[in-house]
């Protein structure tokens, strides 16, 4: 079985963001390492969020190209959030504290039965409901797979 990882919005906003940043490079390198092996998974709520803030975020692309980018993100996934998922989360945010929407993704990742949970706005190495939460930025896709 593969190894899957949940990818949270912030690490598809690195990567796509022109800037030549740090953040952006690392994140390319775990989103190009992951596709090859087939090992990402989102849903319709990453896409929406990318959506949302790629079109704040990158004010000299077009509606068009934003929406573009987003259509290529379906690739990895577009399951909406269910009344399973939805009571999920409810669990994970009583037991664990995370924010609606990061509970809500953890329990889509959980549904999804990932791995781990790419992200650098969660705490790394955070076991929750059998999912590690990992910051790419303190590791390289090598540790993991």
Request: charged letters at 25%.
């Amino acid at each position: 079985m593969t190894t899957t990882f949940f990818v949270d919005t912030n690490i598809l906003i690195y990567a796509l963001d022109e800037k030549p940043l740090e953040k952006g490079k690392i994140a390319l390198q775990w989103l190009d390492e992951l596709a090859r092996r087939d090992a990402i998974r989102i849903n319709l709520q990453v896409i929406n969020e990318f959506c949302h803030v790629a079109l704040r975020k990158f004010e000299a692309r077009s509606d068009s190209d934003i929406k573009a980018m987003a259509s290529t993100l379906e690739q990895w996934g577009r399951d909406p959030i269910t009344n399973e998922i939805s009571a999920a989360a409810w669990v994970i945010r009583q037991n664990f504290r995370y924010s609606w929407f990061d509970s809500l993704l953890l329990a889509s990742a959980h549904n999804l039965k990932c791995s781990f949970f790419l992200s650098e706005d969660l705490q790394n190495g955070h076991d929750v409901v059998g999912l590690t939460i990992l910051n790419p930025f303190l590791a390289t896709p090598s540790d993991f797979l």
